[in-house]
């Protein structure tokens, strides 16, 4: 069983691609962000998957990959292309190798272009492709800086991507109009630079008077991907929580469970987001716990100290997750949901005051 995930960057507009074979439960990462991390590891968790790649269509100008850092907290390996430049890498992949996750595969296909490095990945039963910037939907990556050529980039498409099945299926790097995926036989119909009657001198002629700016974050990016996504310097910005155990949801929400919870009760401030009833009702409550209500809690934070760590609770858990942002929007930076609400609590058997015994 293939399990297929497509994620989205939205400050890059960046696509990673998710692969896994859910018998085995080993899977890989294509093209991670460094700043969705988290995101990716929660989903990998929550779906039982083990990574055991990160692979890398090309060295990216526009975001920096998070595949050094998936490494260091999912024990991952590292593949990139031979013939991209990156240092640091634990796999170099020239066309034709195959990267294996599970009793499924992928194969590297060599599409230069929009960067000498460029591969594409394909599906071991070609139902999928993964193009990288080298053919988006309708359109293709740019050629004008990091030793881009139209004329290698008219070849790959046509030598390495429409070649493959019609009914292939195509899933780009990024895209900057909301499009997801298109197929073989789409592109080679209907892309406005590559398709149809379009010759390689007349995609070399569009190429060169596209006139796009620089990605904003190419001085910073090139540098870091070159070696796949090390920080210089000290890891703050990408530490986690130390004012308790917490687990990171893919919902994006940290949660702190029960019983982590019930040994630290005198060290962080428990916000009940419940209404009175329920306050005062048959689940009870956690001693300590401070009634505020969700649709009054923005007005009331100053009532919290900011210093102090605050977890929220309700029924279930939905309610407070929602307290979470909200609180975070109020500038509160240790913040944590209490997972399972009092339902989990109560079933975990933490202490409890009022309600039915
Ligand atoms: N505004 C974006 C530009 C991103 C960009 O130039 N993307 C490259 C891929 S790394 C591309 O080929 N874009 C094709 C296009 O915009 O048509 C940014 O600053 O990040
Ligand atoms: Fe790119």
Not at 31 to 50: I, K, S, T, W, Y
Not at 330 to 335: I, N, S
Request: charged share 20%; proline share 5%; glycine share 12%.
């Amino acid at each position: 069983m293939l399990v297929f995930r497509q994620l989205f960057d939205p400050s890059s507009s960046t696509y990673t691609y998710l692969l896994g074979d859910g018998t085995r439960k080993e899977a890989l990462l294509i093209d991670p962000v460094f700043e969705q991390v988290r995101r990716d590891e929660a989903l990998l968790h929550e779906l039982g998957l083990q990574l055991r790649w990160t692979l890398e269509t090309h060295v990216h100008a526009d975001h920096i990959t998070g595949a050094w850092l998936l490494r260091r907290r999912c024990g991952s390996q590292i593949a990139v292309s031979a013939a991209g430049g990156a240092a640091g890498a634990d796999r170099y992949l020239a066309d034709g190798d195959s990267v294996a996750f599970g009793k499924r595969s992928l194969e590297a296909r060599a599409t230069p272009g929009h960067t000498d490095g460029c591969l594409t990945y394909v599906l071991d039963d070609q139902t999928r492709a993964f193009t990288g910037d080298c053919l988006l939907i309708r359109g293709s990556g740019r050629t004008d800086f990091q030793q881009g050529s139209a004329k290698a980039l008219y070849a790959s498409v046509h030598r390495q991507i429409f070649t493959l099945p019609a009914a292939c299926l195509l899933y780009p790097g990024h895209d900057y109009n909301g499009l997801t995926v298109t197929s073989v036989d789409e592109e080679r119909r209907f892309n406005p630079r590559l398709g149809g009657e379009i010759g390689e001198g007349d995609f070399v002629g569009t190429m060169d008077h596209l006139g796009l700016p620089h990605p904003r974050q190419m001085d910073i990016a090139v540098p870091a991907n070159l070696r796949c996504g090390q920080p210089e310097g000290d890891l703050a910005a990408s530490a986690d929580p130390d004012w308790a155990p917490l687990n990171y949801t893919f919902g994006g929400l940290w949660e702190i469970r029960p019983h982590t919870l019930a040994e630290m009760l005198d060290k962080v401030q428990i916000v009940d987001v419940r209404e009175p009833h329920e306050y005062t009702g048959a689940l009870g409550r956690i001693p300590g716990a401070r009634l505020m209500p969700l649709a009054g809690l923005g007005a009331g934070v100053e009532q919290l100290d900011r210093e102090r760590p605050v977890v929220t609770v309700c029924r279930s858990g939905a309610r407070s997750g929602r307290a979470v942002v909200v609180l975070q929007k109020a500038g509160f930076g240790k913040v944590a949901n209490l997972a399972g609400g009092m339902l989990l609590w109560r079933a975990e058997g933490c202490i409890v005051e009022g309600g039915a015994q």
